[in-house]
């Protein structure tokens, strides 16, 4: 099967209702109270998921009436929404274990608990590396979210499965330490990908870097003499670019219309540009006084 952003996304609710489902059912055979909470953290799984899918399949609509430049921007929104979701299961981890750590609260082994925890490991392992692949393929930066996402999962559960050894030697402290770790590290993880598409949905000008690659494509086509400006600024996940070429004052209409649309074309070539506007403007000699 093609992996696609839409694919990893589908494949990402499928695995979470399949966690969702299997917590459930054993932790309700086996009355764990433990399990059964573990379901619920499954059940905001999907619903991040349902988000991100939601705002992929918005963004890949082509332009209409209302959204002449297209709907780039809902991955952006996509993501920020998870982006505030992982800091509040951040905090919310670490809330729990300093809890935990003041009240000397020591985490009860389970066989079936460990099940659980070993498998979430193996399915989160499996489709973060499958959301990875298609995220390499399309930068999508709901993917990128979606990526952190099963990896603070795999995270929260390889802590866990370190507090029940921790419990087997005495060293009940160790649960909750690991936890504050991994919790404050899923907080700035959440920050940074708030931060990441917040740029996207503010129209920031992307790099110099890619600013330069756009002004010498430019100056490579035949007839344009110089740049004067080049601004850019993001769209969404993508850049749209405004150029002011100059060109020879003798030049005919038709021909300088035709310099712009191959300046156009070669810049709209650029990975990550989503549209290129040309602006020409004729070389002005200086008249002797």
Do not use: C
Not at 62 to 86: C, N
Not at 212 to 234: D, T
């Amino acid at each position: 099967m093609k992996i696609t952003k839409k694919s990893a996304v589908t494949v990402g609710i499928l695995g979470n209702i399949l966690l969702f489902i299997s917590k459930l059912i054993i932790g309700f055979l086996t009355n764990s109270i433990a399990i059964i909470s573990d379901a619920l953290n499954s059940l905001t799984d999907i619903i991040n998921s349902i988000v991100l899918f939601v705002s992929v399949k918005v963004g890949s609509k082509s332009p209409d009436k209302e959204h002449p430049f297209g709907h780039y921007r809902s991955e952006p929104i996509g993501a920020l929404i998870v982006a505030v979701l992982t800091i509040v299961l951040g905090f919310e981890v670490v809330r729990i274990a300093i809890d935990r750590l003041i009240n000397k609260v020591t985490p009860i082994f389970s066989i079936h608990m460990l099940l659980i925890l070993l498998i979430t490991i193996a399915v989160k392992a499996s489709m973060y590396f499958y959301t990875k692949a298609a995220w390499e393929k399309t930068k999508s930066t709901a993917l990128g979210a979606f990526m952190v996402d099963h990896r603070n999962d795999i995270l929260i559960a390889s802590g866990a499965i370190i507090g029940f050894i921790g419990s087997n030697y005495n060293l009940a402290f160790l649960d909750p330490l690991v936890a504050i770790f991994i919790g404050l590290w899923i907080i700035k993880v959440g920050f940074g990908i708030g931060i990441s598409n917040i740029k996207f949905l503010m129209g920031e000008s992307p790099k110099k870097e890619l600013l330069e690659k756009i002004k010498n494509v430019a100056l490579k086509v035949e007839g344009v003499r110089s740049i004067q400006e080049v601004k850019a600024h993001y769209v969404g996940t993508l850049v749209q670019v405004e150029l002011h070429i100059m060109v020879d004052r003798d030049l005919t209409i038709y021909r300088a219309h035709t310099i712009g649309r191959k300046v156009e074309k070669k810049v709209h070539m650029l990975e990550d540009v989503e549209k290129a506007f040309v602006h020409i403007d004729p070389i002005i000699k200086s008249r002797p006084h």
